[in-house]
């Protein structure tokens, strides 16, 4: 106790802080270093970060237009030997260059393997949301999609279409695939 005191009588002595306003800036000052030393890699683990990033990226790989949804859930980033895909209005993007956004524990992984025009158009992360199914946007929320689209078609390569599983996210006539089973797409 009497070690306490002699504590917190040196800190109003040397600092003339109240104890508790000391403890607060110095646990202040403790979380931005922590947040600054965050926004750094160290040298070493630099080339590690490099490494891992490398076996991931590769010659985006075509997947033809009537890939299924299910067989796009595949390409969600968890297995590191696949490409990270996105579809936007049924058109599949390569997104494996932004692993760090799409990427397991990114935060957009939830749209990684999915058509996410939906939540994209919304802003949303709402996980009914994260489909291709865009029937009863507003105009406003069409144009945000639009320019999502617009955005992806000038960073990402097209690799693919989804079979279209709701007439809405494909251009007019593209639900009569809606029903139809692919097998045979080439993956790899
Ligand atoms: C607090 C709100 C948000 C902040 C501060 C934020 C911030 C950012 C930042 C800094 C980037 C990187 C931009 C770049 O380097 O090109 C980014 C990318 C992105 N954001 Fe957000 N964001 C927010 C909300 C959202 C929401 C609500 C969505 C959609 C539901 C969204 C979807 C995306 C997507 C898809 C990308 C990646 C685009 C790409 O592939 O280049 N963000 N965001």
Redesign the pocket.
Known sequence: MNLWTTLTDSITHYTGLSPTAFFTISAMMFVTYKIVCGMFVAAGDYMEVKKANEYTIREPVQLGDRVTEQELSAYNGIDPNKPLLMAIKGQIYD?SR?RM??GPGG??AS?AGKD?SR??A????DPKDLTGNIEGLSDSELETLQD?EY??ME??VKVGKLVSPTPSTEEAGGGENADKIVENVQAE
């Open positions: 997104v932004s956004f799409y935060p957009y749209f996410a939540a994209l919304l802003m949303s992360f999502w955005k992806f960073k990402y």
